[in-house]
């Protein structure tokens, strides 16, 4: 331990036993830190069991943040148990001879999106399949199923032939410049759809990958719901992969909204979940051998969000690499092996003290990526983070190396558990991120239906509302807002929409964030 030798040999025995007693203590030292230090690899931790006692932190919180999706619904409400919302685009889809009332608004807008609204779907799913479990020991099962099938219910209906998806209801330009609460908007509500002379791939095969997702879920609680979703599912995906091209690029006004960066994500993201609903092996390979090269961009890690679902199919792939594919070949089994090492990659990049840690952080420990929706990749990071580290644990797999340090199962729930706190108020601001939960959160969210007196007769132009400073009369339960500035500030102005505004497809994520923390929990080693 760099103690030089002098003296007689008895001075060299007494240097030789302190060299092994601080060895000793340096072991022990590094044993207790995060990852076991450089080079020392770690034991297996046991599998949990079935959920245990419920930390009434996350479960609480759980429960807050899925009341936002029945904030955001629009149709005729079932079951209403916000006391401000109402019936809504009850006649949206009626010129094309369409139901599309329900589905969701995406954000404090009235705008249908299909494409984050089906990844909103997506995320839920996947939510239900890992955690469903632990919702239900939460008695929180029951709202992200309702919750789901409100969303998938209006993708159904806007996919009225094999070629023809309708991605978006309303004109973002006329409803932007109305606030109004959307029991009462009268504006016309044009449709917005993608053919084969009209491609959007990125958006077709998201919806696919929304409701092959839910058919697992729905599967062993409606078989002919599950069976028509999966079969929607099959001919979106032939259709998003026959007719290539950007849904923003066939309709530029896109690109001021939800401009996708590419399509091929989402091809890769379809196909997986369509393996996981059929078994069908031509799935596997798609995303394997035959485009895994071209489309995913292994060895690159990248951030999981309704634009880019990388990161997402490269975790989801992971599990067939953990627990095992029946009848994969030895080039697919190469192609999951990159797809899980990319995912590691991932999650290094997210551990705060990996070697290969991303610098991307607030001060207060939150993964920062951009100004506008800040807590968007932090959520959507913890989510990833939480599954494979019960992947891990329920494969008994010890250890993740990063650059060579070693980080076990525990590591890495402690950087999903690190978000989840921050968002619930252990940050500099002392300030939940969830609305309706704690004793401190925003009260002017950016958002029209909280905004306006339930009774306020405004018509299209209530923008008193909208830059009045007092709080929201009508509280957006569960809305996650926008988030922090890098610094860890928060202005609380519903005239910030770049962080006071909230939207459904982050909620998606935190439902399954929390679903994984509210108490001791593994994963089904198959969906089926």
């Known amino acids: 331990m760099g103690s030089k030798t002098k003296g007689c040999c008895g001075w060299l025995i007494v240097a030789l036993v302190a060299s092994l007693v601080a060895t000793a203590a340096v072991v022990a030292i590094m044993k207790k830190k995060a990852g076991g230090g450089s080079g020392r690899k770690l034991k297996p931790l046991p599998v ?14 759980l429960g807050v943040a899925l009341q936002f999706f029945q904030v955001q619904k629009a149709g005729k409400l079932e079951n209403n148990q916000i ?16 139901d599309l009332s329900k589905g969701m608004y995406d954000a404090g807008d009235h705008i249908k999106f299909s494409f984050p609204m089906a990844f909103t779907a997506t995320v839920l799913s996947w939510s239900i399949l890992e955690y469903g479990d632990q919702m239900s020991a939460a008695k929180q099962l029951d709202p992200a199923l309702d919750a789901l099938r409100w969303i998938t219910d209006f993708l159904v209906n806007a996919h009225p032939s094999d070629n023809v998806f309708y991605i978006q209801v309303g004109d973002p330009d006329l409803d932007h410049n109305c606030w109004e609460r959307p029991e009462t908007m009268s504006e016309k509500r044009p449709l917005t759809q993608i053919n084969t002379k009209s491609p959007g791939s990125d958006v077709a095969a998201e919806a696919a990958a929304a409701m092959a997702s839910a058919s697992i879920v729905f599967k062993s609680r409606d078989t002919t719901y599950s069976d028509s979703l999966l079969q929607h599912a099959q001919k979106l995906f032939t259709f998003a992969d026959t007719y290539k091209g950007l849904a923003s690029d066939t309709y ?20 997986s979940w369509l393996y996981h609903a059929t078994g069908d092996q031509t799935y596997l390979s798609y995303v394997t051998v035959e485009n895994g090269k071209a489309f995913a961009d292994w060895g690159r890690p990248t951030w999981f969000s309704w634009d880019d679902k990388l990161a997402g199919t490269q975790v989801l792939l992971s599990r067939l690499n ?26 290094c990049g997210l551990l705060p003290d990996s070697p290969s840690a991303t610098a991307s952080r607030t001060g207060g420990g939150l993964v920062w990526i951009s100004g506008w929706n800040s807590l968007q990749h932090a959520t959507n990071a913890a989510f990833l983070a939480v599954v494979y580290s019960d992947y891990m644990l329920t494969s008994q797999t010890a250890a993740v190396q990063c650059s060579g340090k070693y980080y076990s199962p525990t590591d890495i729930r402690n ?62 339960m569960g809305a996650l807002v926008g988030g922090p500035f890098q610094n860890d500030t928060f202005v609380d102005s519903r005239d910030n929409a770049v962080q006071t505004e909230s939207s459904t497809y982050n909620s998606g994520t935190l439902v399954g964030l929390l679903s994984g923390l509210v108490t001791t929990s593994s994963v089904a080693q198959s969906f089926t």
């Open 252 to 271: 530029p006004k896109l690109q001021n909204y939800y401009n996708s960066t590419g399509y091929q994500d989402e091809l890769l993201w379809a196909a």
């Open 322 to 347: 953990f627990f095992g594919s029946k009848q994969t070949s030895n080039a697919e089994n190469v192609g999951l092996k990159m797809y899980r090492d990319t995912a590691e990659a991932v999650i």
């Open 83 to 98: 006391p401000w919302r109402g019936d809504s685009a009850l006649d949206d889809g009626k010129p094309a001879g369409l």
């Open 48 to 61: 949990p069991g079935p959920p245990g006692a419920i930390d009434s932190k996350y479960g609480d919180a």
């Open 415 to 476: 950087f999903a558990i690190s978000q989840a706190n921050y968002i619930l108020g252990d940050n500099p601001m002392k300030l939940s991120y969830l609305v309706g939960y704690g004793s401190s959160y925003p009260q002017q969210v950016h958002h029209r239906g909280a905004s306006i007196p339930a009774d306020a007769k405004t018509g299209c132009k209530g923008f008193q509302y909208l830059h009045s400073t007092s709080p929201n009369p009508n509280v957006a």
